[in-house]
């Protein structure tokens, strides 16, 4: 079964490209700080070796392992030390330019990636375990637990995402990347719920249940031995899609100054950093490359989700599942 | 049909007292006391003064116990008394009744104006999936669909900067005239549509898949039709109904992306008003409109239900959930 999932992925080479891109902003992420950064990673200062050290300096005699590109995404040079007025174009020392408070844009371009990818991961991993549970209790149990559960995700499911979600960041005290989280994860498992919800009703009727039951299983382990694995395929495929509208989420509530706070790297930050100056040419890629950034990330995971999908299910072979649309037309929500 | 929709809309009351539910949850369970932080800064705006708070505590019921307080607002709020405004005191419903025909203005074309490009769109590509056309169409809508709504709308902007084009407001200084009006909303309702044409070009495609595969198909090819008389008139009726569904979830989909381009485009719409509530913690105003936001979307699946119902005789609304 696994063999013949990843068999089926594998064979177009789209899905391998996503996963790939995928993969390859994920590591990205990881190693910003061996990437860029204005700290050594390793610095060997009196006989001692410190790993990222802050606040040390390089002294003679001493020797430094320095991240490939020697700018960090937070550091605001001192005004002296400021030519001409910012945000900077691209030069030598700062390849992508500044932004309008001189902080070099590669850097924060490389390390935005781990608020955007971080945020997207945790809140699909997040919304999709609440939804697998919730929406497996609901059409495995019925009656007044489904009843409950099918309203509140009604209910939810009838706001349009954003202004909720905005609404619920303005009235936090302060908002961070976990508050960030944690709504769009709260607000995002009805859609997991009804799918799989549709896929427990569906899984309960079958005759492998009906034996297990008939062999005087518990309710308990029926749930969790048959009905539960039977279920995970479309909240697999959610929690991909999830990922793409979670990134695109977080970076349109960063965008509007209520996700991501300043001076976090978030490529939802950068644009409206841009947004500021967008009629000054020397903001145009601080608009036009974070942008692009979440274009990949976003489409990475929806390639791999299509593939998934796919993989999963050979029957709706190139078909827009419920479950696709309803993600994309609330990520459309944007 | 009267008694239909009344059935429909009395299905939808315990999902409309639940976004009142959650309107007014949202403001009453945030850490901290939130109340006297926001009354604070509603103060420091020069906006409420004391008499004006304390109207509105007890007003929205906020000195009560949660489920008492949530029966005092929400009688106030049926006989449609939604409170004033801490920044300018004006009523709440007022400001509501401007804001939303301008995000209309945007919603309704764009929704309009998707459908008509995304319906050939689907054709083409449904008519025959994994061919040329269908295969670079793809493409490019998948393309479109990843792309963040606030990119596109920057991108716009930049573009249409000194073009000619106005890219701030809804109207030019002293300029009255209609044309003047539509030039300021090309660019929001460009940006607008291409999401919606995404989303509906793809779900048309799948189910003109779908439909081709069906038995009604294959008979009519038996008998002799030609191709396009195939595509047109067996397999692309039975697609376009499931479009009438996809309009009501749409709909809302619209309003929450106008929250982007009316910040961008600087246009006094529904999502401006809930941004600048937002940052000013005008309470009132935001509790209204996250509550009309979300009866929109019950109204926009009601009328798709309806539509639905016109067009396909073998729907009754009886026992149909949205």
């Known amino acids: ?334 | 049909m009267t008694l239909k929709l009344a059935r429909r809309f009395a299905g939808m009351v315990p999902i409309l007292l639940g976004i009142t539910l959650v309107a007014f949850a949202v403001v009453r369970a945030a850490p901290g006391d939130a109340l006297a932080l926001q009354g604070e800064a509603a103060l420091r705006g020069g906006g409420a003064t004391v008499a004006q708070m304390r109207e509105y505590r007890r007003l929205m019921g906020l000195d009560d116990p949660f489920l008492l307080g949530y029966a005092r607002w929400l009688g106030q709020l049926i006989r449609g008394d939604l409170g004033h405004s801490f920044r300018d005191g004006r009523p709440v419903l007022v400001l509501l009744s401007e804001a939303l025909p301008v995000t209309l203005l945007l919603a309704l074309p764009s929704l309009f104006l998707g459908y008509l490009l995304a319906v050939p769109i689907g054709i083409v590509s449904g008519a025959r999936p994994g061919g040329f056309l269908d295969r670079t169409l793809s493409r490019i809508v998948f393309l479109l669909y990843s792309l963040p709504i606030q990119w596109v709308a920057l991108m716009l902007v930049v573009a249409a900067a000194g073009r000619g084009l106005p890219i701030y407001g809804l109207r030019s200084e002293g300029n009255r005239s209609l044309g003047d009006l539509l030039l300021h909303l090309v660019l929001p309702i460009a940006c607008l549509t291409y999401g919606s044409l995404a989303v509906v070009s793809r779900y048309l495609r799948s189910s003109m898949v779908e439909a081709m595969g069906q038995d009604y198909v294959r008979t009519a090819r038996a008998k002799g039709l030609s191709e396009s008389a195939v595509v047109l008139k067996h397999a692309l009726p039975n697609s376009l109904l499931s479009l009438i569904t996809l309009f009501g979830l749409t709909l809302p989909a619209l309003t929450s992306g106008a929250v982007i381009v009316e910040r961008i485009f600087g246009l006094p719409g529904m999502g401006k008003l809930t941004f600048d509530a937002v940052l000013g913690r005008d309470v009132p105003v935001l509790m209204g409109a996250i509550t009309l936001a979300g009866a929109l979307t019950l109204i926009g699946i009601l009328v798709s239900d309806l539509l639905y119902a016109a067009a396909d005789p073998r729907i009754s609304l009886r026992g149909r959930r949205p």
């Open chain 1, 1 to 334: 079964m696994k063999g013949g999932v990843w068999s089926r992925f594998s064979r177009r080479r789209r899905n391998l490209f996503g996963l790939g891109l995928a993969l390859a902003l994920a590591a990205q992420a990881l190693f910003a700080d061996f990437i860029a950064g204005d700290r050594p990673i390793l610095l060997h200062k009196a006989g001692k070796l410190y790993l990222f050290p802050d606040g040390l300096r390089v002294g003679p005699g001493d020797w430094a392992l320095w991240p490939l590109f020697r700018h960090g995404p937070y550091t605001i040079p001192p005004l002296a030390a400021l030519r001409g007025p910012l945000p900077q174009p691209p030069s030598a020392d700062h390849p992508l330019g500044t932004d309008n408070a001189g902080r070099d844009t590669l850097a924060r371009l490389l390390h935005g990636a781990r608020a955007s990818l971080g945020v997207g991961i945790a809140a699909a991993a997040v919304q999709v375990s609440l939804g697998l549970a919730l929406g497996v209790l609901a059409g495995f149990l019925r009656g007044w637990v489904d009843f409950a559960i099918t309203r509140v995700a009604e209910v939810l499911l009838s706001f349009p995402l954003l202004l909720l979600l905005l609404v619920v960041q303005g009235v936090l005290e302060r908002t961070t990347l976990l508050s960030t989280m944690a709504v769009i994860a709260l607000t995002r498992w009805a859609d997991t719920s009804r799918l799989v919800r549709a896929e427990a009703l569906r899984v309960r009727e079958m005759p492998y249940v009906e034996a297990s039951r008939a062999l005087g299983s518990s309710r308990l382990r029926t749930l969790l031995r048959h009905v539960l694995p039977n279920c995970l395929s479309p909240a697999l495929v959610a929690a991909t899609f999830g990922v793409g509208s979670a990134i695109l989420l977080e970076s349109a509530l960063s965008f509007l100054g209520f996700g991501a706070p300043e001076p976090t790297a978030s490529w939802g930050l950068l644009m409206a950093d841009g947004f500021q100056d967008v009629l000054d040419p020397n903001a145009r890629l601080l608009v036009l490359l974070p942008g692009l950034a979440i274009f990949l990330a976003v489409s990475a995971f929806n390639l791999i989700g299509e593939g998934l999908r796919d993989a999963l299910d050979p029957r709706a072979q190139g078909a827009v599942a419920p479950s696709a649309f309803m993600t994309s037309d609330q990520k459309r929500a944007l």
